[in-house]
């Protein structure tokens, strides 16, 4: 595995079935080569445009705490549901990695360095993007469903048990950021 992408996402080592680890770090690596953005820059800038010029939060620590929130939903409805509703941890895991690797073909830097949303990311929005980086890489169809349907665009499909908590999990961890109640 790309030693920048396995520090990047320490988190590539809870997926258990090797292969699909192997093709999930290879759509990041594809991601990078591909991005005017460095793994440095993805520990800078801020993990949305939507939130205002003083947001603090970067990129990684974003997508990061939505794999982790992800994959301690999907633990705690296998605990609970068992059966009744099962949570493929891989698929899971995989599925929110990817999420947002599409980002990296979103952004073009300004004039002055700054990341902004290029042409590109107006006519295919990561979710789109992300499939189809994922899709060269081999990554199966129940976690290209999940990058599909991750966002608004997903509103409009049917999602599995696993992209609506991947769709919960970036929500929940977003919306506050952008509007919250502050007593
Ligand atoms: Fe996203």
């Not at 048990?161 to 929500?171: P, R, S």
Request: glycine residues 6%; contains cysteine.
């Amino acid at each position: 595995m790309n030693e920048k992408v396995h520090k990047l996402w320490p988190e590539l080592d809870w997926i258990n079935d090797i292969p699909l680890r192997e093709k999930t770090a290879k759509t990041w690596e594809l991601a990078l080569e591909r991005s005017v953005l460095t793994p440095d820059d993805l520990d800078k800038i801020p993990f949305t445009l939507l939130c205002g010029p003083d947001l603090k939060v970067s990129f990684m620590a974003h997508k990061r705490c939505v794999v982790h929130v992800a994959r301690a939903s999907g633990e705690k409805m296998n605990e609970f549901f068992k059966t009744d509703l099962p949570v493929n941890m891989n698929v899971l895991i995989s599925g929110a990695i990817l999420a947002d690797v599409g980002k990296l073909l979103e952004y073009e830097l300004d004039n002055d360095g700054k990341a902004v949303q290029g042409k590109y990311g107006q006519y295919l929005r990561h979710p789109f993007s992300g499939v189809s980086l994922a899709e060269e890489c081999g990554i199966p169809p129940e976690i290209c469903h999940i990058i599909a349907a991750h966002a608004h665009e997903g509103d409009l499909v049917k999602r599995t048990t696993e992209a609506y908590i991947v769709h919960h999990a970036d929500f929940m961890t977003f919306l506050p950021f952008k509007s919250r109640l502050v007593m």
